[in-house]
């Protein structure tokens, strides 16, 4: 059996440092910011449930059984029958906790209703996200946990440490009709799978109604209709120009994170890169081309935004201090999760009434990108009922049981494989609709190079997000990526 020792993991978990969590801002306990938004008041909660275990449960909420069973495709296979030679055996679940606590009772209940229909003992436990990782390494080393859930960039670190499953994740693909592109980016390992993708959370434009609707008409951008997300298909340059009204007229800015946080910042930081013409490094995974003409000129446009359309207190926001601005109704516009909507249309009625999402705008290069990787459930190398864990997974990934699941998320998680951008779920709540086209944009830290521990190092050391920070705060554009340029070359080794 080959595992990770306990020196040789933390030294890793040293270089490493915190992997990615999320592209979006649903941070379970982040740590608060140096310096919060205006005084801005503490709404209700936006991000993660920290509970590390799930409300008791008999059923799923009936609007959600409703939703599922209506929007559920029809099966393509046949129904899962598990074998009599893993019933009295158990099965131990590591997870993230859930946003929405009655999602987590829902997975929490069809867990154990297989567990009963198996004849398997099983416990599902729900971690914050800060500790879920700490979790794993444990188990890694002491044992009692069989599938666990890993982030983006965990299937990378961990692999020397997990089951391979290439057949069940090449079985669950094909039976969906490939998966999507952002999963084949930071999914498989070398060709092999050492877990199941079942998708990720999406992180787009969150924005007012009213004041972009008077900003677009003010502007003459009349091809612009904010009440209607699909006309929003614009450019940074555009974005930045409406901002600029915004916070003139309005006074309230865009808000956006340049902390230290491990979701909006570089999930905004990433994608405006990639736009214009930049990237941490070429396909052979050490060429560094961040330093890019394109790039330096798609900074000074950000440095003259930051100052005419943002708030300039955001270099030390951390993934909830633009919740906190967007609910106290300081800021016009923020990147952010599908989680942000859910908090207002739950606790703040009348902003939701007026909120709408869109798209990241395009860049200098005409395209548009969105930092969107998958989160995998694994099974551990020292786990004694490996072979439960793998009829567990051929189980929850069946068109059914995953199906039930992605629909009780409403659109918060996005589909796994193809089949799933026709689901009529996408439609239910308009806007929401939005979130089912991050797939076709969804890049991985590292790109174009393959997520790896290199590009979750960058990551954990904050380098692309810290490249922004300093060019808005000494107006160098230059300098910052070419300090950024000498960072990634010490890491990536070219």
């Not at 909006?264 to 995974?285: H, I, L, Q, T, V």
């Not at 979130?435 to 960058?458: E, F, L, N, S």
Request: a neutral charge; one cysteine or more; charged letters at 20%.
């Amino acid at each position: 059996m080959s595992r990770v020792s306990r020196r040789a993991f933390l030294a890793r978990a040293a270089a490493v440092g915190a992997l990615p969590l999320l592209a979006a801002c649903q941070q379970a306990a982040a740590p608060a910011p140096t310096a919060a938004p205006t005084q801005a008041p503490k709404p209700a909660a936006t991000t993660a449930p920290a509970a590390t275990a799930a409300p008791a449960a008999t059923a799923a909420p009936a609007a959600t059984k409703a939703g599922a069973a209506a929007t559920a495709p029809a099966a393509t296979a046949a129904a899962y029958t598990p074998p009599a030679s893993i019933k009295g055996t158990s099965l131990t679940i590591l997870e993230g906790s859930y946003f929405n606590a009655d999602w987590q009772a829902f997975a929490k209940k069809s867990f154990e209703d297989w567990g009963t229909q198996a004849g398997v003992k099983v416990t599902a436990d729900f971690s914050a996200w800060p500790d879920l990782q700490p979790k794993i390494s444990a188990a890694i080393q002491a044992g009692g946990i069989d599938v666990v859930e890993l982030w983006p960039g965990w299937n990378f670190l961990y692999q020397n440490s997990l089951v391979e499953v290439t057949d069940i994740a090449e079985a669950v693909g094909k039976a969906g009709g490939g998966y999507e592109e952002y999963v084949l980016n930071a999914g498989p390992v070398n060709g092999k799978w050492y877990g199941v993708p079942h998708g990720e959370s999406g992180g787009l434009i969150n924005y007012r109604v009213k004041p972009f609707q008077d900003a677009v008409k003010a502007l003459g951008m009349t091809k612009f209709k904010p009440e209607d997300s699909s006309t929003m298909d614009m450019t940074w340059d555009e974005y930045f120009a409406i901002g600029k009204w915004v916070k003139a007229n309005t006074g309230k800015p865009f808000g956006q994170a340049l902390g230290h946080s491990t979701g909006d910042p570089p999930g905004f930081c990433y994608p405006y890169m990639w736009s214009n013409g930049a990237m941490e490094r070429e396909k052979d995974g050490k060429t560094v081309v961040v330093n890019q003409p394109s790039f330096v000129d798609a900074m000074k446009k950000f440095i003259q935004a930051w100052q005419d359309a943002y708030d300039p207190t955001g270099t030390s926001w951390d993934d909830s201090a633009n919740n906190r601005a967007w609910t106290s109704e300081q800021i016009s516009s923020t990147y952010n999760g599908s989680s942000i909507y859910f908090a207002c249309k739950k606790d703040f009625p009348a902003i939701a009434k007026d909120m709408n999402i869109m798209l990241l705008p395009k860049g200098s290069s005409g395209q548009r990108y969105i930092r969107h990787g998958t989160r995998t459930l694994g099974i551990l190398k020292n786990s004694k009922n490996a072979d439960t864990a793998k009829e567990f997974l051929k189980w929850f990934f069946g068109d059914k049981e995953y199906g039930d699941w992605f629909h009780v998320h409403e659109g918060y998680m996005t589909g796994n494989t193809k089949k799933w951008y026709n689901d009529p779920m996408w439609t239910k709540d308009p806007i929401m609709t939005i979130y089912r086209d991050v797939p076709k944009y969804g890049r991985i830290d590292g790109y174009a190079g393959p997520d790896d521990t290199k590009a979750a190092t960058v990551y954990s050391k904050y380098i692309i997000v810290d490249m922004y920070a300093k060019a808005v705060t000494s107006k160098d554009a230059a300098g910052s990526i070419k300090w950024a340029e000498d960072e990634l070359k010490k890491i990536y080794g070219a």
